[in-house]
């Protein structure tokens, strides 16, 4: 009878044991590596974040993390497939299984981590809702309170009309929402004069006064009046694939901090004897091993796009943003990588 109860004891932890191994290796990361694709949703057009130029081909600082995670996982920044999506189609399309992730300007807030069976990794750009005026049509709006009683051009799908309904009822305010759905019908109905302001993300507002002709017309009111922590957001259905996607947030943040670039990455996998710089290139240390990849996962990221700071020059300073939130921990920032030990 000892033996017996002792016998079954071992095979209903054997059970477990294979049970939490199966649930470890997700459907999501073995469907990437079975179609050598990563499959990213992104924005039908933001400049500086993911857009795409004359030829198709994207680009931005959203695609960069596109990029950096295929080259980590498949070898390659060339094994991404961009799905473009509007604010209405992206989390339907995360939802279905049609994109494997969504890389797309998207604020991670506690209804779409809790109850939309999706995760967050990691912030990747910090942000806040700004509003924006024709200075010329509206000489006298100086602040956000001189708005009062206006109309204000909002997207549907976004959290930007409940941010901004928000503001007014704790500021005894009253705004006239105008609702479009997409981010260029908004931005088209404001600059033709359908609402008197237009409010989204601050960079949104940067990166659609960037391609006007005419920018010197509009001003950015002073007041920021919501958190939007802008994150890639994954289905809650693979723990493997999600350490590799936090990590790799990580491994490009901490790359600028120990001066690792795009340009360098290689010599200093070779000379550096920063016990950090080694780990992060897999110099030492079982990093990549523990993420289920090779060694050199970090190095490949980072030959793709360069470190967070890289990323940032290249898609966002054009825009005329300040690094502000963006910045590195030391340097006054909220960028803050975990340690790679």
């Known amino acids: 009878m000892l033996k017996q109860k002792t016998l079954c004891r071992c095979l209903a ?73 509007t604010a209405q189609q992206r989390f339907t399309a995360l939802q279905s299984g049609e994109i494997d992730l969504l890389s797309r300007n998207t604020t ?105 002709p005419n920018r010197s017309d509009y001003t950015v009111l002073p007041e920021i009046i919501s958190k939007e922590p802008l994150a890639p957001m994954l289905r809650r259905n693979d723990q493997e694939f999600f350490a590799i996607a936090r990590w790799t947030i990580f491994a490009l943040q901490q790359a600028e901090e120990s001066g690792v670039t795009q340009a360098n990455v290689l010599r200093m996998k070779a000379e550096s004897k920063d016990p950090a710089v080694q780990r992060l290139t897999g110099a030492t240390g079982e990093i990549g091993k523990g993420l289920g990849l090779d060694a ?16 940032f020059e290249r898609n966002i300073k054009p825009l005329g943003l300040a690094r502000g939130m963006n910045a590195l921990w030391n340097k006054g920032g909220l960028m803050y990588p975990m340690p790679l030990d």
């Open 13 to 85: 932890a054997l059970t477990l044991g294979v049970a939490a191994g199966s649930a470890f290796a997700g459907p999501t990361l073995d469907a990437i590596k079975q179609r050598g694709t990563l499959v990213c949703g992104v924005h039908t057009g933001l400049t500086g974040f993911s857009a795409p130029d004359k030829t198709g081909k994207y680009a931005g600082i959203d695609v960069d993390y596109c990029k950096a995670l295929a080259a980590a996982i498949l070898g390659s920044a060339d094994k991404v497939k961009y799905v473009p999506l």
């Open 108 to 212: 991670w807030n506690s209804k779409r981590d809790t109850t939309m069976g999706s995760v967050f990794p990691g912030v990747w750009f910090y942000d806040g809702q700004a509003f924006v005026i024709n200075s010329k049509k509206n000489p006298k709006v100086k602040k956000l309170a001189d708005l009062n009683k206006a109309s204000v051009c909002v997207e549907t799908g976004t959290t930007t009309e409940r941010n901004m309904a928000d503001y007014a009822r704790a500021n005894k305010l009253s705004f006239k929402p105008v609702v479009f759905e997409g981010q260029e019908a908004t931005e088209k109905a404001f600059q033709s004069g359908r609402c008197d302001a237009y409010t989204t993300d601050a960079s949104g507002i940067a990166a659609m006064l960037v391609n006007l």
């Open 296 to 311: 050199d996962w970090a190095v490949r990221a980072l030959q793709a796009v360069g470190n967070y700071g890289e990323s």
